[in-house]
Nanobody, 115 residues
């Protein structure tokens, strides 16, 4: 099983980034996919989630209206489009796949929002 995040980097406040997570080694379409983020000294927090099947989405209040999660089951990828970025969005972003009791994590990608 592998989850490989990409797309992180340095961006100015108000800018945009698109994170991608490439999955392999499991039946991607059956798994709910999520993006979490973590800053040093704080708990990892859920940013956005997309279910399997109907592709229902949920977002943390702090990112609603700015971030959009999407998935492509044909390519086994999940994306996070991040717009209007703020300094508070600076964190390591992690991709997670879960189904029933199974949970897989990526290694994370750093997003830094700074002028």
């Amino acid at each position: 099983v592998q989850l490989v995040e990409s797309g992180g980097g340095l961006v100015q406040p108000g800018g945009s980034l698109r994170l991608s997570c490439a999955a392999s080694g499991f039946t991607f379409s059956r798994f709910a996919m999520s993006w979490f983020r973590q800053v040093p000294g704080k708990q990892r927090e859920l940013v956005a989630r997309i279910t399997s099947g109907r592709d229902s989405t949920d977002y943390a209040d702090s990112v609603k209206g700015r971030f959009t999660i999407s998935r492509d089951n044909a390519k086994n990828t999940v994306n996070l489009q991040m717009n209007s970025l703020k300094s508070d969005d600076t964190a390591v972003y992690y991709c997670r796949a879960n189904f029933d009791f199974l949970s897989y994590w990526g290694q994370g990608t750093q997003v830094t929002v700074s002028s």
